[in-house]
């Protein structure tokens, strides 16, 4: 009989296998997103030392295709190194919302922080146009003041 430690075993290895191999397949998965109205999207993000968080925003669709771009972006901070607690950046639900009619998109968004501590910026951007449904796509940067 196989003893009972050795079945706790097995199992974490074949939990441990099966999970290794879904994160494998979920990146290939991202890989092969098809935007449709979408050429290249970006975000850059800096702290100065007087903790001002600079974000800088840009899209670029495609010409006679892309008809709107929307930037939503909103600020959390790590909390006990594990959580991420929402950063109050002054607009509705803390959510900054721009948009452009055309099909180049360029912005930046300011705000000062009140403390040091590692910061998560997340973007997303929603790409109309004539291409087909909407592009969403959503990127975070992480910096620490």
């Known amino acids: 009989m196989i003893s009972s430690k050795k079945r ?7 939990l441990c296998t ?3 191999g879904m994160a494998g397949y979920h990146r290939r998965a991202n890989a092969a ?13 800096g702290i100065n030392s007087s903790g001002k968080l600079s974000a800088l925003l840009s899209v670029y669709g495609i ?3 892309t008809t709107l771009i929307e930037a939503d972006l909103y600020v959390e901070k790590r909390i ?9 950046i002054g607009y509705t639900n803390n959510v900054w ?6 099909y180049i998109y360029t912005n930046s968004f300011d705000h000062q922080l009140s ?4 910061y998560r910026v997340t973007v997303t951007y929603t790409v109309s146009g004539t291409g087909g ?13």
């Open 115 to 118: 403390t040091t501590g590692t």
């Open 18 to 20: 099966v999970f290794v």
């Open 133 to 145: 449904s909407p592009d969403v796509i959503t990127m975070t940067e992480t910096k620490t003041y």
């Open 8 to 14: 706790i075993l097995c199992m974490i290895l074949l």
């Open 97 to 102: 919302h721009d948009s452009v009619t055309g």
């Open 63 to 65: 010409k006679n295709v």
């Open 33 to 45: 997103v098809t935007l449709h109205n979408t050429a290249v999207a970006s975000i850059d993000c």
């Open 80 to 88: 006990l190194g594990i959580f991420w607690t929402r950063v109050d």
